[in-house]
T-cell receptor, first 113, second 115 residues
Framework: DQQVKQNSPSLSVQEGRISILNCDYT??????FLWYKKYPAEGPTFLIS?????DKNEDGRFTVFLNKSAKHLSLHIVPSQPGDSAVYFC????????????FGPGTSLSVIP | GAVVSQHPSRVICKSGTSVKIECRSL??????MFWYRQFPKQSLMLMAT?????????EQGVEKDKFLINHASLTLSTLTVTSAHPEDSSFYIC???????????FGSGTRLTVV
């Protein structure tokens, strides 16, 4: 059973607009969440993270929102740029054990110029 | 920033042979490293957690005798795919957890093709 879900396999957004990528999780023990960006044939690169004690974390154009009661988080990219086109993985871990990161299936974002 | 070097980036091997993939943390120590596998258009699947000086912990469904993991030092973990078969063809990625608490850094991945 998938513990981290990204129900949208793909998303297309016009350049300059906002991209919203969603992620749901089932394991209530997860307390640390990460977003990674991945280009084909490369390893994932870290984008932004959030601890469960927060509901929002912002870094430049990237903002992650966490709704712990709904077990839902989202990544907002604004404004979207063509270089943002990549696969975005939501990931989660239990910070207390900190022993592994579980990834969602990914959402392929295309930003159209 | 933290850098993880993974080699080789691409390898083609014959069925029945073994392939070793190296994952090295260049500027930090990593007691714990992780090995992931990605099939086309699918997520990164955790295969095993590698701990320096002890046996690796394998996820359910991953054959430990087929995917041998060695973590002999605080900066190096290796994954050996033994007796490779075409179905082992995949993209393998390692990740190292910085002992200083700075999070996870990924290698650039290895594309394995077994012919």
């Amino acid at each position: 059973d998938q513990q981290v879900k990204q129900n949208s396999p793909s998303l297309s957004v016009q350049e300059g607009r906002i991209s919203i990528l969603n992620c749901d999780y089932t394991n209530s023990m997860f307390d640390y969440f990460l977003w990674y960006k991945k280009y084909p044939a490369e390893g994932p690169t870290f984008l932004i993270s959030i601890s469960s004690i927060k509901d929002k974390n912002e870094d430049g154009r990237f903002t992650v929102f966490l709704n712990k009661s709904a077990k839902h988080l989202s990544l907002h990219i604004v404004p979207s740029q063509p270089g943002d086109s990549a696969v975005y993985f939501c990931a989660a871990s239990e910070q207390t054990s900190y022993d592994k990161v579980i990834f969602g299936p990914g959402t392929s974002l295309s930003v159209i110029p | 920033g933290a850098v993880v070097s993974q080699h080789p980036s691409r390898v083609i091997c014959k069925s029945g042979t073994s392939v070793k993939i190296e994952c090295r943390s260049l500027d930090f120590q990593a007691t714990t490293m992780f090995w992931y596998r990605q099939f086309p258009k699918q997520s990164l699947m955790l295969m095993a957690t590698s701990n320096e000086g002890s046996k690796a912990t394998y996820e359910q469904g991953v054959e430990k005798d087929k995917f041998l993991i060695n973590h002999a030092s605080l900066t190096l973990s290796t994954l050996t795919v033994t007796s490779a078969h075409p179905e082992d063809s995949s993209f393998y990625i390692c990740s190292a957890r910085d002992d200083r608490g700075y999070g996870y850094t990924f290698g650039s991945g290895t594309r394995l093709t077994v012919v």
